[in-house]
C-alpha cells in the first residue's frame, strides 16, 4: 500500500507539472480540480484526495464544482502539498511524505531545506546541467557493482529510507544536479590568492606532537612455574643486547602520536630506535614493544595544510555567495506555501 501511495504521489505531481506552462513567473488563481482517465484529484482546504472517476469534460467538472460538500466522493487520504515552486522551468511540488522522510543520503532536512534543493535544480534545469536517464542508470548500477548487490537488494536499500526505486533515480538525479549548479555558481569562484594562504600559515602556526612509529609482540611464558623466573631474565636480557635463543613475532608497526599513549607504556617515549623494552606480563605472556621510527615535534609545513586552509579561507566567501545565490533564486520563483 505504502509503494502504491508513493506511485499516486508521483503521479499527481506529473499532472500538476502538465497543467502549468513552463514559462509561468506568476501565480495566478488555479481551478481546484483537475480531471483526469481513472484519477480525480481534489485539492482541497486540509488535502489531496485521490478517487476512481471517470474522464469528465470542462463543462461537467464546472459543474461537479457547483455541487455541495456533502455529495463529493469518499476517497482515501494519500498525501498532502505542503508546496508549490513555480519557476522559469516549470514546477516544483513538495509533499508531506517529503517533508516526513530523509534525504536518499540519509541526512535530515527543513522544509527550508528542500525549497532550496528544488529551486537550485530548477536552475540547473535552466542551464541544462540535469543528468539524463543514462547517467543515473550508469551510476546505480556502479553502486551495484562496488557493493555486490542486485537490483532487487537495492531496491530493498532504497525502500528502508522511505524511496521506490524510480523515487530514489529521480532523487540522485535532483542532488547531480544542485551539486553541478553550486560548482558552476559558486565553487568555480572561490579563488584563494597564494599569498592570502601563506599569510595565513605565518599567522596561524600548527605544532606537531611527537609521533612514535612502534611495534608489539607477546613471550608465551613456559608451562612449569619453576622455569618462568629464569625465561624472564633470558627475555629481559634478550631486549638489552639482542642474544638468546629469544624469537619474538612482531606486529605490523604502527603510528602514535605522545598524548595518546597511556601513562603506563610513557617509556616509549625515552628509548632509542631500534630499542626493545618490556611492558608488562600478561594472560597472553611478556609484552615487549620496539621502537622502529619518530618523529620530533616540528611545525607543521604549508605544503600539509595548504588543503586546510584554503578550505578555512574559502569558508566565508562560500557563505556570502550562498546567501546572495539563495536571494537569487527566491526572487526569480514563485513559492506557494499550502
Given at each position: 500500500?505504502?509503494?502504491?501511495?508513493?506511485?499516486?504521489?508521483?503521479?499527481?505531481?506529473?499532472?500538476?507539472?502538465?497543467?502549468?506552462?513552463?514559462?509561468?513567473?506568476?501565480?495566478?488563481?488555479?481551478?481546484?480540480?483537475?480531471?483526469?482517465?481513472?484519477?480525480?484529484?481534489?485539492?482541497?482546504?486540509?488535502?489531496?484526495?485521490?478517487?476512481?472517476?471517470?474522464?469528465?469534460?470542462?463543462?461537467?467538472?464546472?459543474?461537479?464544482?457547483?455541487?455541495?460538500?456533502a455529495d463529493l466522493p469518499n476517497g482515501d487520504l494519500i498525501d498532502k502539498i505542503e508546496v508549490t515552486i513555480y519557476g522559469d522551468e516549470g514546477v516544483q511540488i513538495i509533499t508531506k511524505s517529503d517533508l516526513e522522510r530523509l534525504s536518499i543520503d540519509g541526512q535530515e532536512r527543513?522544509?527550508?531545506?528542500?525549497?532550496?534543493?528544488?529551486?537550485?535544480?530548477?536552475?540547473?534545469?535552466?542551464?541544462?546541467?540535469?543528468?539524463?536517464?543514462?547517467?543515473?542508470?550508469?551510476?546505480?548500477?556502479?553502486?551495484?557493482?562496488?557493493?555486490?548487490?542486485?537490483?532487487?537488494?537495492?531496491?530493498?536499500?532504497?525502500?528502508?529510507?522511505?524511496?521506490?526505486?524510480?523515487?530514489?533515480?529521480?532523487?540522485?538525479?535532483?542532488?547531480?544536479?544542485?551539486?553541478?549548479?553550486?560548482?558552476?555558481?559558486?565553487?568555480?569562484?572561490?579563488?584563494?590568492?597564494?599569498?592570502?594562504?601563506?599569510?595565513?600559515?605565518?599567522?596561524?602556526?600548527?605544532?606537531?606532537?611527537?609521533?612514535?612509529?612502534?611495534?608489539?609482540?607477546?613471550?608465551?611464558?613456559?608451562?612449569?612455574?619453576?622455569?618462568?623466573?629464569?625465561?624472564?631474565?633470558?627475555?629481559?636480557?634478550?631486549?638489552?643486547?639482542?642474544?638468546?635463543?629469544?624469537?619474538?613475532?612482531?606486529?605490523?608497526?604502527?603510528?602514535?602520536?605522545?598524548?595518546?599513549?597511556?601513562?603506563?607504556?610513557?617509556?616509549?617515549?625515552?628509548?632509542?630506535?631500534?630499542?626493545?623494552?618490556?611492558?608488562?606480563?600478561?594472560?597472553?605472556?611478556?609484552?615487549?614493544?620496539?621502537?622502529?621510527?619518530?618523529?620530533?615535534?616540528?611545525?607543521?609545513?604549508?605544503?600539509?595544510?595548504?588543503?586546510?586552509?584554503?578550505?578555512?579561507?574559502?569558508?566565508?566567501?562560500?557563505?556570502?555567495?550562498?546567501?546572495?545565490?539563495?536571494?537569487?533564486?527566491?526572487?526569480?520563483?514563485?513559492?506557494?506555501?499550502?
Open positions: 500500500m505504502k509503494s502504491l501511495h508513493k506511485k499516486v504521489t508521483l503521479f499527481l505531481c506529473v499532472v500538476s507539472l502538465s497543467s502549468v506552462s513552463a514559462k509561468t513567473t506568476h501565480v495566478k488563481k488555479q481551478d481546484a480540480s483537475v480531471a483526469v482517465k481513472d484519477v480525480k484529484v481534489v485539492n482541497s482546504k486540509d488535502a489531496l484526495v485521490a478517487v476512481s472517476q471517470p474522464i469528465k469534460t470542462s463543462h461537467s467538472v464546472k459543474k461537479e464544482k457547483q455541487k455541495n460538500k527543513t522544509k527550508e531545506d528542500i525549497i532550496l534543493e528544488r529551486l537550485m535544480f530548477l536552475d540547473a534545469q535552466k542551464m541544462h546541467m540535469v543528468q539524463g536517464d543514462e547517467a543515473v542508470d550508469a551510476y546505480l548500477n556502479n553502486i551495484q557493482r562496488e557493493h555486490n548487490m542486485n537490483k532487487e537488494q537495492l531496491e530493498y536499500l532504497f525502500a528502508n529510507s522511505g524511496y521506490s526505486y524510480e523515487e530514489a533515480r529521480e532523487q540522485l538525479r535532483i542532488l547531480y544536479a544542485v551539486n553541478a549548479i553550486v560548482d558552476f555558481k559558486i565553487r568555480s569562484r572561490l579563488i584563494v590568492p597564494e599569498q592570502d594562504v601563506v599569510a595565513y600559515y605565518k599567522s596561524h602556526p600548527v605544532k606537531l606532537q611527537p609521533t612514535y612509529q612502534i611495534q608489539r609482540a607477546v613471550v608465551s611464558l613456559p608451562v612449569d612455574q619453576a622455569e618462568q623466573a629464569a625465561f624472564k631474565k633470558e627475555v629481559e636480557l634478550w631486549c638489552q643486547t639482542g642474544k638468546g635463543d629469544i624469537v619474538p613475532v612482531w606486529d605490523e608497526p604502527f603510528w602514535i602520536e605522545k598524548g595518546d599513549i597511556a601513562e603506563s607504556k610513557k617509556f616509549i617515549t625515552t628509548m632509542h630506535i631500534g630499542a626493545c623494552a618490556i611492558s608488562s606480563e600478561t594472560d597472553e605472556g611478556i609484552e615487549l614493544f620496539k621502537l622502529a621510527d619518530k618523529k620530533e615535534e616540528r611545525d607543521q609545513s604549508i605544503e600539509e595544510r595548504y588543503r586546510e586552509i584554503t578550505d578555512i579561507l574559502r569558508r566565508p566567501k562560500y557563505e556570502e555567495l550562498l546567501t546572495d545565490y539563495k536571494k537569487q533564486l527566491r526572487e526569480s520563483a514563485s513559492i506557494v506555501y499550502l
